[in-house]
């Protein structure tokens, strides 16, 4: 697991690889561009290298994918670009499904073998239409994306949103979840609060990992909502069901506002 500094970016996202036999997947390259800012392939190759060292194998493979194409998930793609025996796996969804090989996109759920670490990878649009989930069965994380993690979850298609939920519920009542992943952590511990959009300082933030109770309460928040745009706090979490253009300006105020303290205490 990597994330990137809330020096570089306030999104902070967490990445992450995974090693198998013969083939690495980079689930995510984050929201830096910058290479001198944030040299991720270096990071990443020496990740790399020292697995080799313990395993080695010939010809050693990277998957370059991601958990959906907001900007701030693929804007390191182009540093894995020239990489050899790499593979970057396109932000559209067309891409996304031919890569995977989805027959029945979303509800399919398609194996990825790494070399004796199979993952296995389904569909959760409604954050963006080309999200996947991915359930590691090694460390039995689940992984969410921007689907589900403490923080503000944006709705872009709540049927789509609601009907992916339920089948990460099912997925986790099939199989044991250790801990469901995100790839933010935007709330407060104090239970329906989060930090301002912009907030480079989260000296209070909540575990990123969550329960599988947890993400059965997100799934039964979205269907409660599910026919009520606008934002909805809950304690873990908190719904922008649609444009919720509001909200955003709320959000931003609240921003500013903070920063205006932030410089009036400095002084």
């Known amino acids: 697991m990597l994330r990137q500094s809330k020096l570089l970016t306030y999104e902070s996202p967490f990445l992450y690889l995974f090693f198998g036999g013969h083939t690495a997947l980079l689930l995510d390259t984050g929201a830096v561009k910058d290479l001198s800012a944030m040299p991720l392939r270096q ?37 894995f670009a020239d990489r050899a025996n790499t593979t970057v796996v396109g932000k559209d969804l067309a891409s996304v499904v031919r890569f995977l090989g989805i027959s029945r996109w979303p509800e399919d759920m398609v194996e990825l073998d790494l070399g004796s670490r199979p993952l296995m990878v389904t569909g959760c649009p409604g954050h963006h239409e ?11 994380f689940l992984l969410t994306g921007d689907t589900v993690y403490p923080g503000r979850l944006y709705v872009n298609d709540i049927a789509a949103f609601v009907d992916s939920l ?10 044991p ?10 709330m407060t511990r104090t239970p329906g609060v989060d930090y301002p959009i912009g907030t480079r300082y989260q000296p209070d933030e909540p575990p990123l990992e969550m329960t599988v109770e947890q993400l059965r309460q997100v799934r039964d928040h979205a269907r ?3 026919d009520r745009p606008g934002v909805h706090v809950f304690d873990d979490v908190i719904i922008f069901n ?5 909200g955003i300006v709320k959000q931003l105020m609240r ?3 903070a920063r205006l303290r932030a410089m009036v205490s400095r002084r």
């Open 43 to 79: 990071t990443v190759d020496q990740l790399i290298e020292s697995r080799l060292k313990q395993h080695p194998h010939d010809n050693y493979r990277l998957i370059v994918a991601h958990t959906h194409g907001h900007a701030d998930h693929v804007n390191g793609d182009a540093q």
């Open 130 to 140: 080309a999200s996947i989930a991915v359930y590691d069965p090694l460390t039995r």
């Open 166 to 175: 339920d089948r990460l519920v099912t997925m986790s009542e099939q199989r």
């Open 177 to 186: 979840v250790s801990w469901v992943m995100g790839c933010h952590i935007e």
């Open 224 to 226: 409660a909502i599910k």
């Open 242 to 246: 649609g444009r919720c253009v509001t």
């Open 255 to 257: 921003a500013n506002g």
